[in-house]
C-alpha cells in the first residue's frame, strides 16, 4: 500500500510540473499570437517574421521537443493515474467523495483533457505540420506565409466555433489542474490557499479569453 502511494505520489509531481511547463508556454505562444489583433498589413509582416524567427532557432527547437515531450507525459501520466485509481478504489481520478460538494470540472478531468487532446491534434495538423511540410507560399519577405494560413484557417466558422468550445474546456481543466498542482507541490498553504485560488482564477481566465478572442476577431473584424 505505501508503495502504491508512492508511485502515486512519484506521477503526480511529474503531473504537476509538465502542466506547470505547458502553462508557462500558454503564456509565451499566447504573447507572440497577440500580433493577430495588430493592424493587418503589420500584423501580416510581424507575424511571419516571428515564425520565421522561432522556427530557425536552435533554443526554439529544444524547447519544442521539451513542448512535445511534456504534452505526451501529461497524457501519458494522465491515463496511468486514471486506470491505477479506478482499479484501486473504484473511484473517478481526483474524485472527491463528498460529490455535492466538487466541482463538477474535478470530477470531469478526463473528459476535458480528451476535448482538449483532440483539439490540440487538430490545431497541431492544420498549423504546425502545414507550416513545416506544407507548400505555403512566401510573403513579400521571403518567409513562409503563416498569416495567410491563420485567416483561411479561422475563415471558417465551425473552426472558430469549436476553437472557443475549446478554450472554455481548456478554462476549467487549467482550473482543476493549477489547484491540483499547487497541493501535489505543497504550495496551497492555508495562509494564502485564497491568493493562490485568485491567480489560477485570473491566470486561467486570461489566457483562454486572449486565445478565444483570436479567432473570434480574426473571423469578424479582420
Same mark, same amino acid.
Given at each position: 500500500?505505501?508503495?502504491?502511494?508512492?508511485?502515486?505520489?512519484?506521477?503526480?509531481?511529474? @503531473?504537476?510540473?509538465? #502542466?506547470?511547463?505547458?502553462?508557462?508556454? +500558454? =503564456? $509565451? /505562444? %499566447?504573447?507572440?499570437?497577440?500580433?493577430?489583433?495588430?493592424?493587418?498589413?503589420?500584423?501580416?509582416?510581424?507575424?511571419?517574421?516571428?515564425?520565421?524567427?522561432?522556427?530557425?532557432?536552435?533554443?526554439?527547437?529544444?524547447?519544442?521537443?521539451?513542448?512535445?515531450?511534456?504534452?505526451?507525459?501529461?497524457?501519458?501520466?494522465?491515463?496511468?493515474?486514471?486506470?491505477?485509481?479506478?482499479?484501486?478504489?473504484?473511484?473517478?481520478?481526483?474524485?472527491?467523495?463528498?460529490?455535492?460538494?466538487?466541482?463538477?470540472?474535478?470530477?470531469? @478531468?478526463?473528459?476535458? #483533457?480528451?476535448?482538449?487532446?483532440?483539439? +490540440? =491534434? $487538430? /490545431? %497541431?495538423?492544420?498549423?504546425?505540420?502545414?507550416?513545416?511540410?506544407?507548400?505555403?507560399?512566401?510573403?513579400?519577405?521571403?518567409?513562409?506565409?503563416?498569416?495567410?494560413?491563420?485567416?483561411?484557417?479561422?475563415?471558417?466558422?465551425?473552426?472558430?466555433?469549436?476553437?472557443?468550445?475549446?478554450?472554455?474546456?481548456?478554462?476549467?481543466?487549467?482550473?482543476?489542474?493549477?489547484?491540483?498542482?499547487?497541493?501535489?507541490?505543497?504550495?496551497?498553504?492555508?495562509?494564502?490557499?485564497?491568493?493562490?485560488?485568485?491567480?489560477?482564477?485570473?491566470?486561467?481566465?486570461?489566457?483562454?479569453?486572449?486565445?478565444?478572442?483570436?479567432?473570434?476577431?480574426?473571423?469578424?473584424?479582420?
Amino acid at each position: 500500500m505505501g508503495q502504491w502511494k508512492q508511485q502515486t505520489l512519484s506521477r503526480k509531481n511529474w @503531473m504537476a510540473f509538465t #502542466g506547470l511547463f505547458l502553462c508557462l508556454y +500558454l =503564456v $509565451i /505562444h %499566447l504573447l507572440g499570437n497577440l500580433q493577430l489583433f495588430l493592424p493587418e498589413e503589420r500584423a501580416h509582416r510581424q507575424f511571419n517574421l516571428y515564425s520565421h524567427i522561432l522556427s530557425g532557432n536552435i533554443i526554439i527547437k529544444i524547447i519544442s521537443y521539451i513542448l512535445f515531450a511534456s504534452i505526451i507525459g501529461h497524457v501519458v501520466y494522465a491515463i496511468i493515474i486514471t486506470l491505477t485509481n479506478t482499479r484501486a478504489r473504484k473511484v473517478k481520478y481526483h474524485y472527491d467523495r463528498r460529490g455535492a460538494v466538487s466541482k463538477w470540472y474535478s470530477r470531469n @478531468m478526463g473528459l476535458l #483533457g480528451t476535448v482538449i487532446f483532440i483539439f +490540440l =491534434v $487538430i /490545431h %497541431l495538423r492544420d498549423f504546425w505540420y502545414v507550416y513545416k511540410f506544407g507548400n505555403l507560399p512566401l510573403d513579400a519577405q521571403g518567409h513562409k506565409d503563416l498569416y495567410i494560413l491563420v485567416i483561411s484557417v479561422y475563415s471558417e466558422l465551425w473552426y472558430v466555433l469549436l476553437y472557443v468550445v475549446c478554450m472554455v474546456a481548456l478554462c476549467y481543466h487549467l482550473l482543476h489542474g493549477f489547484f491540483s498542482a499547487a497541493r501535489t507541490l505543497g504550495l496551497y498553504h492555508p495562509r494564502y490557499a485564497k491568493g493562490v485560488r485568485i491567480f489560477g482564477w485570473v491566470f486561467s481566465i486570461v489566457i483562454c479569453t486572449g486565445f478565444a478572442a483570436m479567432p473570434v476577431y480574426v473571423h469578424f473584424l479582420k
